[in-house]
């Protein structure tokens, strides 16, 4: 008959490396002299580490803290494939009614451009995408920001500082 000994001593744990976890914010900030430009459709933002300007990372890029996705289209960095470390990310949407398909096409607009005229009528463009065939195109419209008569200077405050 053979005895177990109750007063044994715990199994030792399985030795286990360290993570370290990646640091993409480096602080004091180290941006660019000028801000990239952006495809059409992709948003200018802050990154992550509120440093410098980036271009949003789209729908199905890899993110990080610093590369951040494109909030004005609702995407946020999903991390959930990334365990345990959470690290990088998928770019993804917040909700499916966010998300505009056209024959898995995601639209993409830029924002109207100032008016051609300060006054009358001028042209105000954009580039979409938001057609039949997904193919990025130029959209004009016709813009009037105050007619040409008015003299503006009338409506100005005058102020004196008497000394």
Excluded at 41 to 60: A, N, P, W, Y
Excluded at 83 to 103: A, D, F, I, N, S
């Amino acid at each position: 008959v053979i005895l177990q000994n109750t007063t044994t001593m715990p199994p030792t744990p399985a030795v286990t490396e360290e993570y370290v976890r990646v640091q993409y914010c480096k602080w004091p900030c180290e941006c660019p002299p000028t801000p990239p430009v952006c495809p059409p459709g992709v948003s200018l933002v802050t990154d992550g580490c509120d440093c410098c300007k980036t271009c949003g990372r789209q729908r199905g890029e890899n993110c990080t803290e610093a590369d951040t996705c494109d909030p004005h289209k609702g995407l946020y960095c999903d991390y959930s494939r990334d365990m345990p470390r959470y690290e990088v990310g998928v770019c993804g949407l917040y909700r499916e009614e966010t998300e505009t398909w056209q024959k898995n096409c995601i639209t993409q607009t830029t924002p109207w451009s100032p008016c051609s005229k300060t006054c009358g009528m001028g042209i105000s463009t954009r580039i979409s995408n938001d057609n039949d065939k997904c193919k990025l195109h130029t959209e004009s419209r016709l813009c009037n920001l105050r007619p040409c008569e008015v003299d503006i200077t009338q409506h100005f405050r005058v102020s004196l500082l008497l000394g």
